[in-house]
Each structure stands twice: as C-alpha cells, then as structure tokens.
C-alpha cells in the first residue's frame, strides 16, 4: 500500500466516523445506518451491545427521539490499513441535553473500530465503546 493509499483510506475512514455523528445529530437514521455492515457487531460495554445495523439504527433513534439536541464531536482518529479493511481509533465527546434543552449531558470516552471496504463503501463492521466519563448539568443531580 502506497502512502497515498494509506492516506485516502484514512480519509475515507474519518469519513465514516464523521457521518455517524452527522446522522446522529442531524436525526437522519438512513445516514447513520450506511456506518455500518448489515451484520455488525457494536459493543457501547454498559450501555448495550447489538448485533446488525438494524438493530443499532433502532436503538440510537428510539433513544434520541427522548431528547433534545445533540452534539457529537470525533477526535483525534487514528487509522491503520489492515488487508481490505482498516482499524480506527476515536475520541467522542457527546452533548446530550434534555428535551427543553436546559441542561445537558457530556459523555467522553473512545471507540475502536474495525471497518471494511465493500463496492468502494466503507462500513463499521465492529465497534466497541469505552466511557472515560460523564458529567451531568447540576439540574440533573
């Protein structure tokens, strides 16, 4: 793999990561579901575990149809070209607030991931999430 290779997968695969996000906050289920391969594996520890884009996109949508806006920023992604696929490391730092949007919540914590290439498509095919920590607004103590 060239180093321009290397660079376009990277891209590529930020891509990906910035579309999750995008689709998250945007509430645009259809975007967000394309970050991943119809049987992926998501591992988010405590919160849930899920298995199929299905099945991920109906939690993610059932549970930020209980809030207000969101805001999720990906940092600091690091991408290593595997065979036809690629791994990524994240920094996610997300703002959740309440549906009157007078206080939030802000999660931190990171994913690794396992991406594969399909038909020039670059997809989530295993994640798993690790909370660093959670501050919540003072109204919400």
């Not at 575990?49 to 059932?62: F, I, L, N, P, Q």
């Not at 490391?89 to 703002?95: G, I, N």
């Not at 802000?106 to 991931?113: I, L, M, N, Q, S």
């Not at 594969?116 to 994640?127: D, H, L, T, Y």
């Amino acid at each position: 793999m060239t180093t321009t290779d290397v660079g376009v997968t990277a891209t590529r695969v930020t891509e990906v990561l910035l579309r999750y996000a995008s689709g998250i906050d945007a509430r645009d289920w259809e975007l967000f579901r394309t970050c991943f391969t119809a049987d992926c594996d998501v591992d988010y520890g405590d919160i849930g575990h899920w298995h199929g884009a299905d099945e991920v996109t109906a939690w993610m949508r059932d549970t930020h149809d209980q809030v207000g806006p969101t805001l999720h920023r990906i940092t600091n992604v690091t991408v290593t070209p595997r065979g036809r696929g690629a791994s990524a490391r994240s920094y996610v730092h997300a703002v959740v607030t309440l549906p009157d949007g007078a206080a939030a919540v802000h999660a931190y914590g990171h994913y690794v991931d396992d991406l594969v290439e399909s038909a020039g498509s670059w997809k989530i095919a295993r994640r798993h999430f690790t909370t660093v920590t959670t501050e919540l607004h003072p109204a919400m103590r």
